[in-house]
């Protein structure tokens, strides 16, 4: 389904991906982990097509097409999501408003009819029990006043209605009590399907308690550092990244 | 253009021509005789002068206008679209600053209230309302003030004793008509709130017919002690015609004032906006939105002033400019010596969607007292590419992105608007005028 080689990219002039190679099937939950400026982000941010920055070398191949080549909104339409870490305040516009016109953006690209207001409305509530979203904080203004908990919630709550193929989801963990990451989880747990994959980036193990992945990938100075199944991520619980970051580094001058 | 004529003859020989035919009021005569001589010292405002800096207004001095026709015919049905809310509302027609009963249907009202023709309420000789007029609009300092109150014919009036609720909106709409020249209408409106009472009143202003037209409105507003205002101006004027108007506000002990300032149309628009906080707890929130494009020019003037101790005022402006339209924003705040404990914050944002539209914000605050809390902020900026960024990641296309966030800009300020029909009729003619209409409003 998406097939990343050699992937670099940089922002103002710094190269922060070096070389990423990654595959993903269908039905498959990768994680990505690793230190705080490895370039995790950016992936995701390069992945979702944000134009700040520039793949200087590499392809992504997405169902056999260049992802890269496709406008952030066109790769939504072809089934890619990014559930944002700080995902955006929008004033006077609410949830339930812009979704509905991104979903009918969607369905029309891909030949699907359009929801009207009830059939929407319908399938808003059926998506919003399972975030546990509350109906109320869907007509307020998109994320304006919403706690860190509600915005995650809410991202999660989108890609439920949108029913992406490939969900990428950017530190979806970062400032949640446990409460709320065990709705967070247990909603996307409930969406995985032989059919969609994920990208679950996130600095801790205790997110993958939850959603558990097939595959646990280490993002190191923006290349993967090392591979392995979940206990990979138990490791570095243990361990830190430390060990991953000085083995890298020692390696680069040779490979570079 | 070049005139021997003076722009202000033909303004200075209709004030001859209508004293001349008018049953004068005994009071009000020397009112208007000392306007028109003010405005006949002064003339129009020119850029020269500090409070119309960026406001030219030589367009209006340099047309022609026709006093406009009193007998206009107007169809019923080409009101119809202004309206809001059903049959719950008053409803006062003001045709080219006449008061038309026949389109009005005012409805039954408490005993006490008075709702319709200013013209005939002052003519009844009401103390009241003759003690209020043209006390608060300055017709010494403000040109087109002078020019309204000597020139006004009529108009609207609101009288509510103490204690009287008014539970229906008191909907007053402006119509400026004008079929083959270019007409003036100086519609003038007096709205006194007895203490403790409580109304809500909409003034739409609107251009019909083929000409351009000015309006030249003056609204004075008298909340006394307790007395609870909701007061909406909605600007819609066609994108030829001129408006200049002031709404002059005073508010007694304990009362509130909560104004919304809609500009969607007109050419050139001017709306000053004055309001005195008269006595200890008042409080007063302006509202405003204005949405423009073409070569459009709107210029929001406003002065509060805090005349006594613990008074709030607000102030929250939002702008959308775009083509090579033009806004300026004028935020004066007073606070007199002794009011002390006031609470005063101001805020223009404004959102330019265009590399030739322009903005000016201008935020004065003036203060003589030493233990108060005054605050300003002004933003001026383009459509956020992080929210760009993120309604995209969700399927929608550039421009409609562009659009839902134009649109959400301005619809925070709607929600503003607490009657609701007037809300949603604001809502649908923002979207008419959104530069594509790629936003689609259904209820949800």
Redesign the interface.
């Known amino acids: 389904m998406l097939e990343i080689r050699n992937l670099h990219a940089q922002v103002d002039g710094h190269e922060i991906l070096r070389g990423i190679n990654l595959t993903v099937r269908p039905g498959e939950v990768h994680s990505i982990m690793g230190p705080n400026g490895s370039g995790k982000s950016t992936l995701s941010q390069v992945l979702?097509?944000?134009?700040?920055y520039v793949v200087t070398d590499g392809e992504v191949l997405y169902n056999g097409r260049n992802l890269l080549e496709l406008?952030?909104?066109e790769?939504?339409?072809e089934g890619?999501?990014?559930a944002?870490q700080y995902?955006?305040e929008?004033?006077?516009?609410?949830t339930?408003?812009?979704?509905?016109?991104?979903?009918n953006?969607?369905r029309k690209?891909r030949g699907q009819d359009e929801l009207?207001?009830m059939d929407?409305?319908k399938l808003v509530r059926e998506k919003a029990r399972l975030v546990e979203i509350d109906d109320k904080l869907l007509?307020r203004?998109?994320n304006e006043g919403f706690s860190g908990g509600e915005k995650k919630r809410n991202e999660v709550f989108?890609m439920a209605v949108?029913e992406p193929a490939l969900a990428i989801l950017d530190e979806t963990d970062s400032g949640l009590d446990i409460d709320a990451l065990r709705i967070v989880a247990d909603g996307v747990n409930k969406l995985r399907s032989p059919e969609r994959a994920f990208l679950v980036i996130t600095h801790y193990q205790r997110l993958l308690n939850y959603i558990v992945p097939d595959h646990v990938h280490v993002l190191i100075d923006g290349r993967i550092a090392r591979s392995g199944g979940k206990e990979l991520a138990l490791e570095l619980e243990e361990k830190g990244y430390g060990w991953l970051e000085k083995e890298a580094r020692r390696v680069e001058p040779v490979s570079a | 253009m070049l005139t021997t004529k003076d722009a202000r003859d033909s303004y200075l020989a209709a004030f001859e021509a209508v004293e001349a035919s008018r049953a004068v009021a005994g009071w009000l005569a020397p009112i208007r005789k000392a306007a028109i001589a003010r405005f006949a010292e002064v003339g129009f405002p020119s850029l020269r002068n500090e409070d119309w800096k960026y406001t030219d207004v030589s367009p209006i001095a340099d047309t022609e206008f026709r006093w406009a026709a009193l007998n206009e015919r107007l169809h019923p049905g080409s009101l119809e679209p202004h309206w809001v809310g059903g049959t719950d509302v008053h409803r006062l027609v003001v045709v080219n600053g006449r008061y038309r009963g026949t389109l009005s249907s005012v409805g039954s009202l408490p005993r006490g209230v008075r709702i319709g023709s200013l013209a005939a309420a002052l003519q009844d000789g009401a103390d009241r309302l003759q003690a209020e007029f043209a006390r608060l609009a300055d017709y010494r300092g403000r040109p087109f003030t002078a020019l309204n109150t000597a020139l006004f014919e009529d108009g609207a009036v609101v009288f509510l004793p103490p204690e009287t609720v008014i539970e229906w909106p008191i909907h007053v709409l402006y119509v400026t008509l004008g079929s083959a020249e270019p007409v003036v209408a100086h519609p003038r409106t007096l709205i006194v709130a007895g203490a403790n009472s409580r109304l809500t009143v909409i003034e739409s202003f609107v251009s019909l017919g083929d000409a351009p037209c000015l309006t030249n409105a003056v609204t004075e507003i008298v909340a006394e002690d307790g007395a609870r205002i909701d007061h909406y101006k909605a600007g819609q004027d066609n994108d030829d015609s001129f408006h200049v108007g002031e709404t002059a506000a005073r508010l007694g002990r304990d009362s509130a004032v909560r104004s919304h300032v809609v500009t969607l149309g007109g050419r050139l628009v001017r709306n000053e906006y004055h309001a005195v906080l008269d006595g200890e707890g008042g409080d007063c929130t302006i509202h405003g939105l204005y949405l423009l494009n073409g070569r459009q020019h709107v210029d929001n003037h406003l002065r509060v002033e805090h005349g006594r101790p613990h008074c709030t005022s607000r102030e929250f402006f939002k702008g959308v400019l775009a083509d090579q339209s033009r806004g300026v924003f004028t935020g004066r705040i007073y606070v007199a010596e002794d009011a002390q404990k006031t609470d005063a914050k101001q805020t223009h944002m404004s959102l330019l969607l265009s590399e030739e539209a322009r903005v000016e914000s201008r935020p004065q605050l003036e203060i003589f007292a030493d233990d108060v809390r005054c605050t300003h902020g002004a933003t001026i900026g383009q459509v956020?590419?992080?929210?760009l960024?993120?309604?995209?990641?969700?399927?929608?296309?550039?421009d409609?992105?562009r659009n839902?966030?134009v649109?959400?800009?301005?619809?925070?300020?709607?929600?503003q608007v607490r009657y609701e029909p007037l809300r949603r009729h604001l809502e649908k003619r923002l979207l008419d005028r959104l530069p594509q209409a790629v936003?689609?409003r259904?209820?949800?």
């Open positions: 979702a097509g944000r134009e700040t406008a952030a909104d790769r939504a339409c890619v999501f990014l944002f995902p955006v929008i004033p006077g516009v609410s339930n408003y812009f979704l509905r016109a991104a979903l953006s969607v690209y009207d207001a929407f409305l007509n203004s998109l989108q949108l | 956020d590419d992080e929210a960024f993120y309604l995209r990641t969700r399927g929608l296309d550039a409609a992105a839902l966030l649109y959400g800009f301005a619809e925070d300020s709607l929600q936003v689609r259904d209820e949800l």
